[in-house]
């Protein structure tokens, strides 16, 4: 699949400090251009962009919560935002593939909540579209197979 257009499923991160940082950095950039490759706006959906935010928790800061939170539609402007919290015993233990599994489940799960969310809104969003991408993702990006120089020592 090709994007025609801005990113449809962005995904930016907070992290509470240089710690979290080293550990999950690679892992979310991994993600991020999957989502880029694989997410992409279809053809008269209503909504230009959903727009995660991983909410890392770290030595400088931290929210003391785990999962998804804060999902909140903008009509006006056409997106809408999702908190992922990802508290620190996620990356403490270094282990890669646990980092990545926790990462994609989590996004996965805010995408579904984001679509029943703006569904109810009445706002159409395919979500059957964007779980076929997210198979992809998850595919690609479990094994590390589909991002460039990924292996599971990234840190």
């Known amino acids: 699949m090709t994007n025609m257009g801005s990113d449809f499923v962005t995904l930016g991160a907070d992290v509470g400090g240089k710690d979290a940082f ?14 880029r490759q694989e997410c ?4 008269g959906d209503s909504l230009d962009e959903i727009a995660l935010v991983l909410r890392v928790d770290g030595s400088v800061q931290a ?13 006006k402007k056409r997106f809408v935002t999702g908190d992922i919290f990802v508290p620190a015993d996620v990356w403490s233990t270094g282990d890669a593939v646990s980092i990545r599994r926790f990462l994609m489940d989590q996004v996965t799960y805010a995408i579904r909540l984001v679509v029943e969310y703006v569904n109810q809104e009445g706002i159409s969003l395919d979500g059957e579209s964007l779980e076929d991408a997210l198979e992809n993702v998850r595919q690609l990006y479990l094994d590390g197979t589909g991002i460039k120089g990924v292996s599971d020592e990234w840190h």
Not at 22 to 29: D, E, K, R, S, T
Not at 40 to 43: A, E, L, P, Q, R
């Open 22 to 35: 080293i550990a999950v950095n690679q892992h979310v950039l991994g993600l991020r251009t999957l989502l």
């Open 40 to 43: 992409f706006k279809g053809t």
């Open 63 to 75: 929210w003391g919560k785990t999962g998804i939170g804060n999902i909140s539609l903008q009509k």
